[in-house]
């Protein structure tokens, strides 16, 4: 910034030994009877770069955008992409076809995280916040690995598409519809001595529901990625 401002300031004092240059030239040649055009300089007149320009123009309309640019829509990426870190809600569903194709259905369950500030100014202690629950459809060779390795209460990071499936009820004769999220990628995010920690209290304190899974560990940094959980 301070070389920003040095060069502005040194730009303007060039211009003023450039005016002052031509006017001497001018004053010079008047003197000798000849006729030379006058560049005239008014600084006072240059736009200041530093002060910003308000304008009376009306905003447009998306409508009116839209209208005046017709192919930006088509420019704009679209993305679909979904990122969700929490702990399995039940035990995997494994399902196997004819033609050789498997998947797993699993209930992904998301606690929102909030700052200590939000915690403190609303009253929110840990185990008590929102959970968000989604579904996970997971196919091939990341389905047999759910079907392997993941159970109820592992920490997951999984990595999907939304995608919407959309049906007639059979009793009320009414549509329905059903977002889920199909993974592409999944990690577990916990080490083997976490899990066997984790099924061990688990069977000391019941089946439960989402409070026995989650911690304040699930709102910090893991402690290890997927890796860990092969280690022997």
Request: glycine share 8%; no cysteine; proline share 3%.
């Amino acid at each position: 910034m301070k070389r920003v401002v040095s060069f502005l300031l040194l730009w303007q004092s060039s211009l003023h030994i450039a005016q002052a240059f031509y006017v001497a030239t001018h004053v010079s040649h008047s003197r000798h009877g000849r006729s030379h055009p006058i560049l005239r300089l008014h600084l006072s007149e240059e736009p200041n770069i530093f002060e910003s320009k308000s304008t009376d123009e009306p905003l447009l309309s998306d409508e009116e955008l839209l209208a005046q640019n017709p192919d930006w829509d088509d420019t704009v990426a679209r993305f679909n992409t979904v990122h969700l870190s929490g702990r399995i809600g039940a035990e995997p569903k494994t399902r196997y076809f004819d033609d050789g194709k498997v998947v797993v259905n699993l209930n992904l369950a998301v606690q929102r995280k909030y700052h200590p500030l939000e915690r403190k100014h609303f009253n929110i202690a840990y185990g008590q916040e929102e959970t968000d629950w989604f579904g996970l459809e997971i196919w091939g060779r990341t389905a047999e690995f759910a079907s392997k390795y993941v159970d109820k209460g592992m920490r997951v990071s999984v990595i999907g598409s939304l995608q919407v499936d959309q049906w007639t009820d059979k009793e009320s004769g009414e549509p329905r519809s059903r977002t889920k999220v199909v993974v592409r990628e999944l990690d577990i995010m916990e080490t083997r001595a976490e899990g066997d920690l984790r099924r061990s209290k688990r069977s000391g304190s019941g089946s439960g529901g989402t409070s026995n899974f989650f911690s304040e560990d699930d709102f910090g940094a893991s402690s290890a990625g997927s890796g860990g959980f092969f280690d022997d």
